[in-house]
């Protein structure tokens, strides 16, 4: 079993739509959640960075950690055709410079 | 700041052939990591290097391997070539201090014939 699990899609909606992207994961020591987008042919870009449980938003971007559900999730408001890229969910423990990584969901937002 | 930069951004290589691949963190960075991706197989962890020192090892083989320089900027080196080598070669770096997250570079793209 993997240490961190994501739906590869691909996950199609038209524009203005609400983008739900979602992770589990199994190991209970993971502090740090992180998600990141890619582009076709780039590397992976930083969107959000969160510790422990808990909602942060930014932009049109919130990210949600429920740690009691090892369970991670990136919401994206008013989706833009822009937003299509493959969204990768990372994590790490504390003390513990080594990232985890989902497979990554493939999103296209049509216009 | 400057980001994080990998050179070459592409390789076509033939089987048997070796290969370094070179990445500069960004400035104050001591941690580098590199990664393979390939679709089949998402992003893969190489090995990470810190101060000099490779501190985390990922699951493949010793045709792979790195080194990191005392200015933090690393290599990263794959011999004896197979075609199944064939992916974007992504580099990150970090301050590795507690709760820090990683930056990546652009990826060097690798095509092995």
């Known amino acids: 079993q993997k240490e961190v699990e994501q739906d590869p899609g691909p996950l199609s909606v038209p524009e203005g739509a609400i983008v739900s992207l979602n992770c589990t994961y199994s190991?209970?020591?993971?502090?740090?959640f992180m998600w990141y987008r890619q582009y076709s042919r780039k590397g992976p870009e930083l969107l959000m960075y969160t510790y422990s449980s808990g909602n942060k938003e930014d932009g049109r971007f919130t990210a949600q950690v429920d740690k009691s559900s090892k369970y991670i999730s990136l919401f994206i408001r008013d989706s833009q055709p822009s937003d299509s890229a493959t969204y990768l969910c990372a994590m790490r423990r504390d003390n513990f410079n080594k990232f985890y990584f989902g497979s990554g969901t493939k999103l296209n937002v049509k216009p | 700041k400057a980001g994080v930069t990998q050179t070459p951004r592409y390789l076509i290589k033939t089987r048997g052939q070796q290969v370094t691949l070179s990445c500069s963190p960004i400035s104050g960075h001591r941690s580098v990591s590199w990664y393979q991706q390939t679709p089949g197989q998402g992003l893969q962890f190489l090995f990470e290097y810190f101060s000099e020192t490779q501190r985390n090892k990922g699951n493949f083989p010793g045709r792979f391997s790195g080194r990191q320089f005392s200015n933090s900027r690393s290599e990263m080196n794959v011999s004896t070539l197979e075609l199944g080598d064939s992916a974007l070669y992504l580099c990150?770096?970090?301050?590795?201090?507690?709760?820090?997250?990683?930056?990546f570079g652009p990826g060097t793209r690798l095509l092995v014939l």
């Open positions: 190991n209970s020591a993971f502090q740090y």
């Open positions: 990150a770096s970090s301050l590795a201090a507690v709760g820090e997250t990683q930056y």
